[in-house]
């Protein structure tokens, strides 16, 4: 197949702030992102923390109030959206619907004034490229969800766009079909050697896609790194909270996060630890989920929850209402900082300089 794939390109993102009135807090706050070429990133977070302001930036949808936005040390900040290199993949496809497969990929050629055939022709190549060349006739309400986002995508590519933006593009599908399309978004990009760029409010989602994966928060980054950096240590307790799996501890030296699969449990009367009570058991298959409130900690404060393999489960079975000790292993404990700061705020100690391993050690003991 003869489809061109234009060299992929790094995005990088300089103090960018989007204020959408005046006296209003900035919806984007200054922030400072680079995104490798030819990576998949994944901008992740909390309804009405920036993620999707920040996307409609780099398309060009949305105006920037002040920063900069670079692709492949190009400065598009001012760009109109069909001259910056990208193109947006959106959350409900947006085809249109009285026109085929075909003839919605091959749209923006038309626009461009490109000649029937050779538009026909780049527009059969990709639906090829997606596997829908058999249905490139059928009308958008002839194909299942999962065919609409294969040709949304060809449709996208189709301005051999260098970086490709997607908005939320699996949450119109059920369930079952978004495992399986993930699959497929991170199989095309690895394919297309393109630089990706995806919004998604679903921690799963971007664990599943991501090489890079930025944490928003309130209009700021709270956390860059990769899945694994991210989900094993969590930069502030915002994040280890929103991933969620872990247990947020206070302890003299500041809060912690313990994953919930790293927390050991035993009735209680048996040795150090934080006192807690089950109060719930819920059965998940593979592993069992249960639910404690530590004892004589604040409410807000006081929930944790430990995950045990089946196995370990059925040999000591836990119940509501069963007085428990929690321990954990020093290793696993990991310091939580601040947090991202408003950018005017005074900077604070970040966590990787901070050494609190003796005070855990000795809380823990
Ligand atoms: N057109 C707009 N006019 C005014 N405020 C807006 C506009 N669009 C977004 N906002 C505000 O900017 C903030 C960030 O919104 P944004 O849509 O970027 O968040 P998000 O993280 O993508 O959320 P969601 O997952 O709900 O789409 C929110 O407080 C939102 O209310």
Same mark, same amino acid.
Request: contains cysteine.
């Given at each position: 197949?003869?489809?061109?794939?234009?060299?992929?390109?790094?995005?990088?993102?300089?103090?960018?702030?989007?204020?959408?009135?005046?006296?209003?807090?900035?919806?984007?706050?200054?922030?400072?992102?680079?995104?490798?070429?030819?990576?998949?990133?994944?901008?992740?977070?909390?309804?009405?923390?920036?993620?999707?302001?920040?996307?409609?930036?780099?398309?060009?949808?949305?105006?920037?109030?002040?920063?900069?936005?670079?692709?492949?040390?190009?400065?598009?900040?001012?760009?109109?959206?069909?001259?910056?290199?990208?193109?947006?993949?959106?959350?409900?496809?947006?085809?249109?619907?009285?026109?085929?497969?075909?003839?919605?990929?091959?749209?923006?050629?038309?626009?461009?004034?490109?000649?029937?055939?050779?538009?026909?022709?780049?527009?059969?190549?990709?639906?090829?490229?997606?596997?829908?060349?058999?249905?490139?006739?059928?009308?958008?309400?002839?194909?299942?969800?999962?065919?609409?986002?294969?040709?949304?995508?060809?449709?996208?590519?189709?301005?051999?766009?260098?970086?490709?933006?997607?908005?939320?593009?699996?949450?119109?599908?059920?369930?079952?079909?978004?495992?399986?399309?993930?699959?497929?978004?991170?199989?095309?990009?690895?394919?297309?050697?393109?630089?990706?760029?995806?919004?998604?409010?679903?921690?799963?989602?971007?664990?599943?896609?991501?090489?890079?994966?930025?944490?928003?928060?309130?209009?700021?980054?709270?956390?860059?790194?990769?899945?694994?950096?991210?989900?094993?240590?969590?930069?502030?307790?915002?994040?280890?909270?929103?991933?969620?799996?872990?247990?947020?501890?206070?302890?003299?030296?500041?809060?912690?996060?313990?994953?919930?699969?790293?927390?050991?449990?035993?009735?209680?009367?048996?040795?150090? $630890? !934080? *006192?807690?009570?089950?109060?719930?058991?819920?059965? =998940?298959?593979?592993? @069992? %989920? #249960? $639910? !404690? *409130?530590?004892?004589?900690?604040?409410?807000?404060? =006081?929930?944790?929850? @430990? %995950? #045990? $393999?089946? *196995?370990?489960?059925?040999?000591?079975?836990?119940?509501?209402?069963?007085? @428990?000790? #929690?321990?954990? *292993?020093?290793?696993?404990?990991?310091?939580?900082?601040?947090?991202?700061?408003?950018?005017?705020?005074?900077?604070?100690?970040?966590?990787?300089?901070?050494?609190?391993?003796?005070?855990?050690?000795?809380?823990?003991?």
């Amino acid at each position: 197949m003869d489809v061109a794939t234009p060299p992929p390109a790094a995005v990088e993102v300089i103090a960018l702030t989007k204020r959408y009135a005046a006296g209003t807090p900035a919806a984007v706050d200054q922030i400072d992102l680079r995104i490798a070429s030819g990576s998949y990133c994944c901008l992740l977070g909390p309804s009405g923390c920036g993620k999707s302001t920040t996307l409609r930036m780099i398309a060009g949808h949305e105006s920037v109030s002040t920063g900069d936005i670079l692709l492949d040390n190009r400065n598009i900040t001012d760009l109109p959206a069909a001259a910056r290199g990208t193109a947006m993949m959106f959350q409900s496809f947006a085809l249109f619907p009285h026109l085929s497969a075909l003839d919605n990929v091959a749209f923006s050629l038309k626009m461009k004034g490109v000649g029937k055939a050779e538009r026909q022709k780049r527009a059969g190549d990709l639906l090829e490229r997606v596997a829908m060349g058999h249905l490139a006739e059928r009308k958008p309400g002839e194909l299942s969800g999962g065919q609409q986002q294969r040709v949304a995508l060809a449709r996208a590519l189709i301005t051999e766009p260098r970086v490709l933006l997607l908005d939320e593009p699996l949450s119109a599908l059920d369930p079952f079909l978004r495992i399986q399309m993930r699959a497929e978004l991170r199989r095309w990009q690895k394919e297309l050697g393109l630089t990706f760029i995806h919004v998604t409010h679903s921690q799963e989602e971007a664990m599943a896609l991501a090489d890079t994966m930025v944490v928003m928060n309130h209009g700021l980054i709270e956390q860059v790194g990769s899945p694994h950096e991210v989900y094993n240590h969590p930069a502030s307790e915002f994040v280890a909270r929103f991933m969620g799996g872990h247990n947020v501890l206070d302890t003299p030296a500041g809060p912690i996060a313990v994953r919930n699969d790293h927390m050991q449990i035993a009735p209680d009367g048996a040795g150090p $630890g !934080l *006192a807690a009570h089950v109060t719930d058991v819920e059965y =998940q298959g593979t592993y @069992v %989920l #249960l $639910g !404690l *409130a530590l004892d004589g900690v604040a409410k807000a404060r =006081q929930t944790v929850s @430990v %995950l #045990l $393999g089946e *196995a370990a489960f059925l040999a000591r079975p836990y119940a509501s209402g069963d007085a @428990v000790r #929690l321990t954990w *292993a020093e290793a696993d404990a990991r310091v939580l900082g601040p947090g991202a700061q408003r950018p005017a705020d005074p900077a604070t100690t970040a966590p990787a300089e901070r050494d609190d391993t003796a005070a855990i050690a000795a809380f823990v003991a």
